[in-house]
């Protein structure tokens, strides 16, 4: 059974800095895209960030700079290192492992969510 649990969300004051884990079992991690997306209320789920199996990073606009992502493949587990946090940070963040990505028998398995909430 695949599962991805996400760890680290929480309330922080703008500026400040959160960092969640997102530990995967069930599959074999090293074959797999790993990230982080989020989904605010009334938007789009986007994504925040991403680290490739061979270690390639991409990041959206609005976090470069500030979030950090990496990825352990020994402990099969994906972070993200959030700073100087904003109150349009504010989201539920999931946790995603995509295998084979853009073909045809690309499949994402994604984690429950972790509420991360910047007050102003």
């Known amino acids: 059974q695949v599962q991805l649990v996400e760890s680290g969300g929480g309330l922080v004051q703008s500026g400040g800095s959160l960092r969640l884990s997102c530990a995967a079992s069930g599959i074999i991690f090293n074959v797999y895209n790993v990230g982080w997306y989020r989904q605010a209320p009334g938007k789009q789920r986007e994504l925040v960030a991403e680290i490739t199996r061979d270690g390639d990073i991409n990041y959206a606009a609005s976090v470069k700079g500030r979030f950090t992502i990496s990825r352990d493949n020994a402990k099969e587990t994906v972070d993200l290192r959030m700073d100087s946090l904003k109150p349009e940070d504010t989201a539920m963040y999931y946790c995603?492992?995509?295998?084979?990505?853009?073909?045809?028998?690309?499949?994402?398995?994604w984690g429950q969510g972790t509420q991360v909430t910047v007050s102003s």
């Open positions: 995603n492992a995509k295998v084979n990505p853009g073909q045809p028998d690309e499949y994402s398995y």
